[in-house]
């Protein structure tokens, strides 16, 4: 709009070439948005199929010719003195619906978004912060061949022995990572074929590294703490993730004490029914045990009303899987992280304990979504 205001006094006056100088760059990035525009085609995304095997560690980067991407990290931490933390990192890479043989450098082709948490029962609330930029420029990309995902000063890098390093700087906390692989990745589903509805389309290529050992820093209120832990890494992408009348999903990864591996989600419809389910536990030896739609259940157990979006979330979650039978209760009420300024939605991330079937068994992170509106992907 901007452009459109400049008069010839405000060019060709006394500072005539200063105008003139603005002129000109506006002009050059006005005339490269036409071109990504008057270029651009509809994209033609990959589908995701099944019996394609994943392959690292190809597997571990991006993957652009898909729809939706994201690495996400959840994990529980302990300071010196034994106190409790949760934390969350995700980085998403969104397609655009510009045609990828664009040959404009200003094409918004690929977007990259990062979210970060940080869990604190002392703070009250969850603390969190997020980002997004077009990819491009050194700035902001998602690369192939390995997971090395940046914004800004925002990244997440895994090295050639498979230890990722992490540097977030948010408004109110910053966390420098080591995550260290104990464990081979986790396919999920079939072999990394994750179904996430009725129709095969409704899926996503999708696997976890569980027992992740944490080591490094937060820093908040200016002061660093050294801390350990343990964490979770999810790698999904996708092309049609939900079916259309899904309202959103309730899925928890867990770290159990004997070294296993519980991952279980559900998808929730907007008439109340639920849509999908699905749930796997490996054990520490390796053997895995999947769960079908019908041996899932999702049973909340107490709710907690958001003080901010009126929304009510079931932060404490019990779970069937087969004649298992799991308990989640929340690290602190208050994770509901705000994003609607990147991804444009609001849900419940949290930290918490898990029983099985009555005995404390692990640690983990429950996520919630499309309790405020109908989640859009």
């Known amino acids: 709009m901007l452009l459109f205001k400049l008069s010839p006094v405000h060019i060709y006056g006394s500072r005539g070439c200063r105008y003139r100088f603005l002129f000109a760059r506006i002009m050059f990035f006005w005339l490269n948005f036409v071109a990504a525009s008057a270029f651009s085609a509809p994209p033609q995304f990959s589908p995701v199929l099944p019996d394609v ?17 994201w690495w996400y990290v959840t994990g529980w931490l302990e300071t010196p003195t034994k106190k409790p933390l949760g934390f969350q990192i995700t980085f998403f890479r969104s397609a655009t619906e510009l045609d990828p043989a664009n040959p404009s450098r200003f094409a918004p082709k ?18 969190h912060d997020q980002k997004s930029a077009r990819e491009g420029f050194g700035l902001a990309y998602a690369k192939e061949g390995n997971t090395d995902v940046k914004l800004d000063d925002w990244y997440m890098l895994r090295g050639e022995n498979g230890r990722y390093e992490t540097f977030i700087k948010a408004h109110d906390f910053t966390f420098r ?56 890494l999810d790698h999904e992408w996708s092309t049609e993730y939900l079916a259309p009348d899904a309202d959103g999903w309730d899925w928890v990864g867990a770290n ?21 389910a699905y749930a796997g536990l490996r ?20 709710t907690w009303r958001s003080p901010r979006t009126d929304a009510t979330y079931p932060v404490s979650m019990r779970i069937r899987t087969g004649s298992t039978e799991w308990l989640l209760t929340p690290l602190q009420d ?44």
């Open 177 to 232: 990572f080591s995550l260290i692989p104990t464990q081979i990745p986790m396919r999920q589903g079939e072999k990394g074929f994750s179904r996430k509805g009725p129709r095969p389309e409704q899926a996503s290529y999708y696997y976890s590294e569980p027992q992740l050992q944490v080591a490094g820093t937060v820093t908040h209120h200016g002061k660093p703490i050294t801390v350990s832990g343990t964490a979770w």
């Open 283 to 302: 054990d520490a030896s390796g053997n895995i045990t999947l769960f079908k739609p019908e041996q899932v259940r999702f049973d909340p157990q107490r």
């Open 53 to 69: 095997a994943l392959a690292f560690p190809r597997d571990f980067g991006a993957h652009p010719n898909f729809r939706t991407e």
């Open 256 to 276: 159990l004490d004997d070294g296993s591996a519980l991952m279980a989600f559900q998808i929730r419809g907007k008439n109340g029914n639920r849509i999908w």
């Open 110 to 127: 690929q977007l990259i978004i990062a979210h970060a948490a940080l869990s604190d029962p002392a703070a009250g609330k969850l603390l």
């Open 334 to 377: 208050d994770q509901e992280l705000d994003s609607r300024q990147s991804t444009g939605a609001v849900y419940w991330e949290g930290a918490v304990t898990i029983t099985r079937d009555g005995k404390p068994d692990g640690r983990g992170y429950l996520e919630m979504t499309g309790y405020v509106k109908p989640l859009r992907l």
